[in-house]
């Protein structure tokens, strides 16, 4: 075998492969529509025929076609067991389109030995448009009443058929479909209101002015009220006129990048089960009252509805590092966060407006406050079985918003994106 006689492989392989000389020319890290879905990070491993002659270049010709981007090559004296006649084995780490992985592999197979891949995506994928979003459903098994023996549902069968029956209804739904209407039973209709009660005569004392106001538009309205728990689709009615907002079902917990994904678009993805009776003054997942109580009055104020989606925009591709920090940020937020308003400190987070226990908690004098500020907060560490022990206070959402947008200027990503309000998607400025 000489050099000339695998570049002709080479050749063969560009014309099997339908890629011609000058689609192959092109820039190939960027599709088409401008994306820069589908970067990856290909590692070979492979073992070098003849060695001593051209054996080496010959390989890397097959790189270079394809455009791979090499980051790192290094090569080895093969191991003794397994020299069949090539004594040197090569680590190649490249950065190249995913469409190309195969064929690059399938080439360099043809002229090297033992070839072994494993491939990274470069950016996490993320979804463009609304309809991306039935797929950003990814739950975290955790407090799950089916599995956990600690969930207050664990020994309650009637509870956990209850919760399958909801959990179906969520991964059944697809975007654009009607937010299905739940015929509540009377149990869960007297959890929600005990829960609204109780709750309700806290608000006045150490709700925000932003909650408040909603809560009343809410009330006045009739979605909200004691008798009967609120439905999905006649509250995303509201808040989409209000904010833009709208929900869309959960069978529960999401992985972070899925949910925070979901805010990107101002689609609040929205648990429908209610809290087991036997807690209803704190549960540890998330549940409808926690959402409508919780969420629904915050999401219906512009500067928090913002404040929320830059969130979420900030998460899109980002590194599973971002991601953490992201999440750690709506939790001391959007979940647990407190602001100052007329020289009082008053609660905006959702995990405190919808738990009687811990709403009352946060203002005794157990836990810390520390001053919002994105760079500290992104970094404290939270439990979230039980009541926090640090709160971060915030002056107003506007200036949470700036101090966000700032924090995440600094989140490194090789595009940056922007929400088109028009077409409710996500365009991607500029690539790689
Ligand atoms: N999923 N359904 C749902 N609701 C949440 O509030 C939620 C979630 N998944 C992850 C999550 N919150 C936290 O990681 C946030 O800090 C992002
Ligand atoms: N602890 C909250 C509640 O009882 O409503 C729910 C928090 C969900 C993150
Ligand atoms: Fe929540």
């Known amino acids: 075998e000489f050099p000339g006689k695998k570049k002709s492989l080479i050749e063969d392989s560009r014309e099997e492969n339908g890629l011609s000389e000058e689609s192959s020319g092109q820039k190939t890290s960027i599709k088409d529509d401008g994306s820069n879905e589908g970067i990856c990070t290909l590692n070979l491993i492979f073992s070098i025929k003849n060695p001593g002659t051209s054996g080496l270049a010959t390989c890397l010709e097959v790189l270079k076609k394809f455009e791979a981007h090499i980051s790192h090559i290094e090569t080895r004296p093969a191991a003794k067991w397994k020299n069949k006649g090539h004594d040197l084995e090569c680590f190649v780490k490249c950065d190249l389109h995913s469409s190309y992985a195969t064929m690059l592999v399938a080439d360099l197979d043809k002229v090297a030995d033992d070839v072994r891949t494993a491939t990274?995506?470069?950016?996490?994928?993320?979804?463009?448009?609304?309809?991306?979003?039935?797929?950003?459903?990814?739950?975290?098994?955790?407090?799950?009443?089916?599995?956990?023996?600690?969930?207050?549902?664990?020994?309650?069968?009637?509870?956990?058929?209850?919760?399958?029956?909801?959990?179906?209804?969520?991964?059944?739904?697809?975007?654009?479909?009607?937010?299905?209407?739940?015929?509540?039973?009377?149990?869960?209709?007297?959890?929600?209101?005990?829960?609204?009660?109780?709750?309700?005569?806290?608000?006045?004392?150490?709700?925000?002015?932003?909650?408040?106001?909603?809560?009343?538009l809410l009330e006045k309205y009739g979605i909200f009220r004691e008798d009967s728990v609120p439905q999905l689709q006649d509250v995303s009615n509201f808040l989409k006129e209000r904010t833009g907002f709208t929900l869309r079902p959960t069978a529960g917990l999401l992985i972070a990048r899925d949910f925070l994904a979901c805010l990107a678009f101002r689609v609040f993805p929205t648990t429908q089960y209610l809290r087991h009776p036997s807690a209803f003054m704190h549960s540890p997942e998330p549940d409808c009252c926690h959402e409508m109580l919780g969420h629904i009055p915050m999401l219906s104020d512009k500067e928090f509805a913002q404040f929320s989606q830059d969130i979420g925009l900030a998460s899109l591709g980002a590194s599973d590092a971002d991601i953490k920090k992201l999440s750690t940020l709506y939790w001391f937020t959007v979940e647990f966060g407190l602001c100052w308003q007329n020289g009082s400190i008053k609660a905006y987070g959702a995990g405190l407006l919808s738990s009687y226990g811990e709403l009352l908690y946060a203002f005794t004098n157990k836990p810390e406050y520390r001053p919002f500020d994105p760079e500290m907060t992104a970094d404290q560490p939270y439990q979230d079985t039980t009541f926090q022990s640090v709160y971060f206070v915030c002056e107003n959402f506007e200036d949470s918003k700036e101090k966000l947008k700032e924090y995440a200027m600094k989140m490194k990503r090789p595009f940056s994106i922007r929400y088109d309000s028009f077409t409710g998607s996500i365009e991607v400025l500029d690539s790689l």
């Open 120 to 216: 990274e995506e470069k950016v996490p994928s993320f979804p463009r448009k609304l309809q991306d979003l039935d797929k950003c459903h990814q739950l975290i098994i955790k407090y799950d009443p089916h599995l956990d023996q600690d969930h207050p549902g664990f020994g309650d069968q009637e509870y956990k058929k209850r919760r399958t029956f909801f959990a179906e209804l969520a991964f059944n739904y697809k975007n654009g479909d009607i937010l299905p209407r739940v015929e509540y039973t009377v149990e869960e209709t007297a959890t929600w209101k005990q829960v609204y009660k109780t709750l309700r005569n806290l608000y006045p004392d150490y709700a925000c002015k932003q909650y408040i106001n909603s809560l009343q």
